[in-house]
């Protein structure tokens, strides 16, 4: 068996009375594809959220490589080498996509906190900037202004930010929403391809590329995990069957 | 301090605090909402005092110059959105900061030419021209008695409307969610419009009521802009409710701390203000 | 976008020497009037300074700031406080001691108001520069609302020798252009620098920055200490050339003053608030030699330029040497 990276244990958040996510408990493989399927309001993104520090959790706790980090706030939890990508483009829209990437590789240096050497001269930060880009795809687009970007595009630039913070885990908030067929398909050459060097938590509505990709898979329904198993597992498992996959038309 | 002394000085935090939230309504209304900061608002309370002094010099009657002086400033409020404010709503807040300081600039000028740099009195109406004795020696004024009660009643009818009616329902809907608004078919610039026209007509007339209180000079709406900024802050910004209990907190706080500590009376509101944030960098009820 | 596009970089040299020369042709050209305007002019030079500093905080960090003047009053009175009563105070220590005051002061506040973000911001900052205004204004050690002088400049000689003599106006007119200088270059080096990279990334997207890892509170809070410390040069400044301070110069209608050369020169590029404060000064001159209501003109200029103009200067030149830019190219292809 291999080794646990990441573990929540009765993870709960509550908003106001509502459960979003309700006793989750999860375990990341190191190395492994693992996607969270679920209908819309199942709590995935709030997982992914809790587990990044975006928003604190109300009880439970999450260990990732034998530390807490539980109460941590999300600029910390990225230097524990954790990345993640947002469901909505979150991007700065102005910069090129150079700038972009360079700020996300500049957060590993030590502080950020220099004030008198200009900061493209960080050969460091430039070479893992290049790096990013390059391996999401973006090297040629390098001095594109991110605004002016296709669609598509600004998406791959969203990974190739949450791989210049070098994470060890990658997060992955529904990477191919919005996008077209074409699209889709160069991305899930992209997963595929970082699924080699990186463990992956990936929450996706497309079927077809979640069974692509996937070695393990969480169906979420209202906040709780219902079931986790292997894709064959989870296609054949009758509570699935009935709880989600039946009421939308199943595979 | 006697048990008398205390006591009157309970009965003017409270005027004084009522009063404060009847301009500081307006104030959080509008930013509730709208989503603008007015910063001319002082500007309107200025504009009302003085509308005060201008209808009673000419009519003699204070009850005359409130049912003159609110139209006029509704009058005010329509033009000021319809002309400056609407071509804000989807911009920083900082332009808001700026159009409306400008504003305030125009405004202070506008009263120095039609009224000039003298500090001119109010006098208060005969009707209420008395004071009722509290012990032997002490009383209170008349006046001072029935600005509260108006305030109150703002205050309670307010309420009424923003819980109970169906412009309160969309004014609450609103202050959470523009779209629904707009499904539900309701004329969001009309609605806009209406909140903006309300809350400069809250405080012109906070600046009618006050006028024969504290007399009429230029430059008044500067403090009161401030201090409502504080209350607003300290309730939480858009909170009706926190700018009631806002209110509240500095007129105690501005009536009893120069009596207990007198050297940090004037800064006093500020640090309520700067402990508050510290415990609920929001205020109190965001 | 970090680099100043050559015909501006020529533009403000320009500028500068004309500013720099004005001694030598001001007596032909206004004649009586010279070493009047060169007051002006050292009064318009510091409040270039002001609005500088302030827009590290408006433009480049995303904060804005209505109590900045708190910190340009603050510096004039610590100024006048820390002097000794019958002689002039020595610069090397009176001045890093008036800065220290506002950086200090600069942390505190920041401290108290970074967790808050968009209009929040704008009414604490105002609300705290207002109590050090009324701090001021009702304390008895400080003169109250007339405020304090400082009979005596600050003395700037090393070893018994005298540099500088503040009270010559051309003295003061050339120590205060070479801070604005100074300030620019530094503005300009932080703007390069890693952290001015995170500032500008805070003020596009600060979710992002921190999803990123950077604690962006810290960030902030340094973005507005340095602020608060060049904002303090200024007022230093000014307490020097007015001979006097007093608590209207820390009121929130100088900060609102400030955040309209800010706008006015195009917030962001640093070079543009120093126009902004030029321009503002310059207005409020012309308008104040023809009429008493001049703020109400003002206050119409600050609306036209909200509705029209609200790139500012600054960002109109940008965009006209960008649109040659990219025409001149065409042409080129």
């Not at chain 1, 008198?116 to 290049?130: H, N």
């Not at chain 2, 301009?23 to 900061?37: R, Y």
């Not at chain 3, 002097?83 to 105070?89: K, L, N, R, W």
């Not at chain 3, 330029?305 to 960008?322: D, R, T």
Request: glycine fraction near 10%; proline fraction near 3%.
């Amino acid at each position: 068996m291999a080794e646990v990276l990441l573990k929540a244990q009765d993870l709960t958040k509550n908003f106001g009375g509502l459960y979003a996510v309700d006793s989750v408990c999860l375990e990341l493989m190191k190395g492994e594809v693992h996607a969270i399927l679920g209908p819309n309001g199942a709590g995935k993104s709030t997982l992914v959220n809790l587990l990044s520090g975006d928003i604190m959790a109300t009880s439970g706790s999450v260990m990732f490589e034998g530390q807490e980090l539980t109460k941590l706030p999300s600029y910390k939890i990225s230097h524990c080498g954790i990345g993640r990508s947002f469901q909505k483009t979150n991007i700065f829209p102005k910069l090129t996509c150079f700038e972009n990437v360079w700020l996300a590789a500049q957060s590993r240096q030590k502080t950020s906190m220099r004030f008198f050497r200009p900061a493209r001269k960080m050969a460091d930060v430039k070479e893992l900037t290049m790096t990013s880009l390059k391996r999401c795809g973006l090297e040629a687009r390098a001095e594109t202004v991110a605004s002016s970007m296709s669609y598509g595009e600004q998406r791959q630039l969203e990974i190739g930010m949450m791989l210049a913070t070098q994470p060890r885990l990658l997060l992955m908030d529904e990477p191919m929403a919005g996008m077209g067929k074409e699209e889709s398909e160069m991305l899930v050459g992209l997963i595929k391809e970082l699924a080699q060097d990186y463990t992956l938590l990936l929450i996706e509505h497309d079927m077809d590329a979640v069974f692509a990709v996937a070695d393990r898979l969480t169906v979420m329904v209202n906040g709780r995990v219902l079931e986790t198993g292997t894709p064959e597992q989870i296609k054949s498992s009758q509570q699935v069957q009935e709880a989600y996959l039946g009421s939308e038309g199943g595979f | 301090m006697d048990l008398a002394t205390i006591l009157i000085q309970l009965l003017n935090s409270v005027q004084y605090g009522l009063l404060l939230f009847l301009i500081s309504s307006g104030l959080t209304l509008v930013f509730g909402i709208m989503g603008v900061i007015n910063l001319a608002h002082g500007a309107m309370y200025m504009i009302g005092a003085y509308l005060a002094y201008a209808f009673v010099e000419w009519t003699g009657s204070l009850g005359v110059a409130i049912l003159l002086g609110i139209p006029v400033m509704l009058i005010v409020g329509i033009v000021i959105e319809r002309f400056l404010i609407d071509s804000l709503y989807s911009r920083d807040h900082l332009f808001q900061v700026l159009l409306t300081f400008g504003l305030i600039l125009i405004l202070n000028d506008i009263q120095s030419i039609l009224w000039g740099n003298d500090t001119h009195g109010v006098p208060i109406p005969d009707m209420l021209n008395g004071s009722i004795s509290l012990t032997d020696n002490m009383s209170y004024p008349v006046y001072r008695l029935a600005v509260s009660v108006v305030c109150l009643a703002l205050a309670i009818g307010m309420y009424w409307v923003i819980q109970k009616t169906r412009l309160g329902m969309t004014i609450r809907a609103g202050a959470s969610n523009r779209e629904m608004v707009e499904s539900l078919g309701i004329n969001v610039r009309t609605l806009f419009t209406i909140i903006f026209a309300a809350g400069v007509a809250l405080a012109g007339l906070g600046g009618i009521l006050s006028a024969p209180l504290s007399s009429v000079y230029p430059g008044m709406g500067d403090n009161v802009l401030i201090i409502c900024l504080v209350v607003v802050v300290i309730g939480g910004i858009g909170s009706i409710k926190g700018a009631f209990w806002g209110a509240m907190m500095i007129g105690l706080v501005s009536t009893f701390g120069p009596v207990l500590i007198p050297s940090l009376s004037s800064v006093m509101v500020y640090l309520v203000m700067a402990l508050v944030l510290l415990v609920k960098p929001r205020g109190l009820f965001a | 976008m970090y680099n100043t596009p050559r015909p501006i970089s020529l533009l403000l040299g320009f500028l500068l020497c004309v500013l720099a020369f004005y001694p030598l042709y001001g007596d032909l050209v206004f004649g009586s009037k010279a070493s009047f305007f060169m007051s002006k002019l050292t009064t318009i030079v510091i409040f270039a300074i002001l609005a500088m500093s302030l827009d590290l905080l408006v433009g480049i960090t995303g904060l804005v700031s209505m109590g900045h003047a708190l910190f340009f009053g603050l510096a004039g009175y610590v100024l006048a406080l820390a002097s000794p009563e019958y002689e002039a105070a020595s610069i090397w220590y009176i001045l890093p001691l008036v800065l220290l005051c506002c950086a200090a002061l600069g942390a505190v506040v920041a401290f108290l108001t970074i967790k808050t973000s968009g209009i929040y911001f704008i009414m604490v900052t105002l609300a705290f520069g207002q109590m050090g205004f009324y701090f001021f204004n009702d304390a008895e050690f400080s003169g109250g609302s007339d405020g304090m002088y400082i009979m005596l400049k600050p003395d700037v000689s090393l070893g018994g020798i005298q540099l500088l003599n503040l009270d010559e106006k051309q003295t003061l007119y050339y120590l205060s252009l070479a801070c604005m200088v100074f300030v620019y270059m530094v503005l300009r080096m932080i703007l390069r620098s890693a952290f001015g990279q995170v500032l500008i990334g805070i003020h596009a997207n600060e979710h992002r920055v921190k999803a990123i890892g950077y604690n962006t509170a810290n960030y902030k809070i340094v973005s507005f200490v340095i602020a608060a410390t060049l904002a303090g040069l200024a007022g230093f400044l000014a307490a020097s050339q007015y001979g006097f301070v007093n608590p209207s110069q820390m009121g929130w209608h100088t900060s609102g003053y400030a955040l309209m050369m800010v706008i006015m020169g195009g917030a962001g590029t640093i070079f543009g608030p120093a126009i902004g404060a030029f321009v503002f000064e310059i207005l409020h001159y012309v308008f104040e030699s023809f009429t008493d209501h001049w703020l109400m003109l003002m206050g119409a200029v600050m609306i036209c330029v909200v509705l029209f103009l609200p790139n500012g200067i600054g960002g109109a030149l940008l965009s006209l040497v960008q649109k040659k830019e990219t025409t001149g190219e065409k042409n080129d292809g």
